[in-house]
């Protein structure tokens, strides 16, 4: 929650193979707010997370609370 209210920031879980430019254009559109980056993180278990940078306009926290996180 620190980085959804402090750094405007989401996570996400995405496939392996999927590139930050995918990542970002999913976000996107799904959403309808602007990326600002996308970091990728692949854990010891092989599992894939992004954390998506949004822009100033739109806070996280509305996108978070429609995915039911808050």
Same mark, same amino acid.
């Given at each position: 929650?620190?980085?959804?209210? &402090?750094?405007?920031?989401? *996570? &996400? %879980?995405? #496939? =392996?193979?999927?590139?930050? !430019?995918?990542?970002? #254009? /999913? %976000?996107? @559109?799904? &959403? @309808?707010?602007?990326?600002? +980056?996308?970091? *990728?993180?692949?854990? $010891?278990?092989?599992?894939?997370? /992004?954390? /998506?940078?949004? +822009? !100033? @306009? $739109?806070? /996280? +926290?509305?996108?978070?609370? =429609?995915?039911?996180?808050?």
């Amino acid at each position: 929650m620190n980085m959804v209210e &402090f750094e405007n920031k989401l *996570t &996400f %879980i995405v #496939r =392996r193979t999927a590139s930050k !430019e995918q990542i970002k #254009r /999913a %976000i996107e @559109d799904l &959403f @309808d707010v602007k990326v600002i +980056s996308v970091e *990728t993180q692949t854990t $010891t278990k092989g599992v894939k997370k /992004a954390y /998506a940078k949004l +822009s !100033e @306009d $739109t806070p /996280a +926290s509305e996108i978070a609370a =429609r995915l039911g996180m808050v």
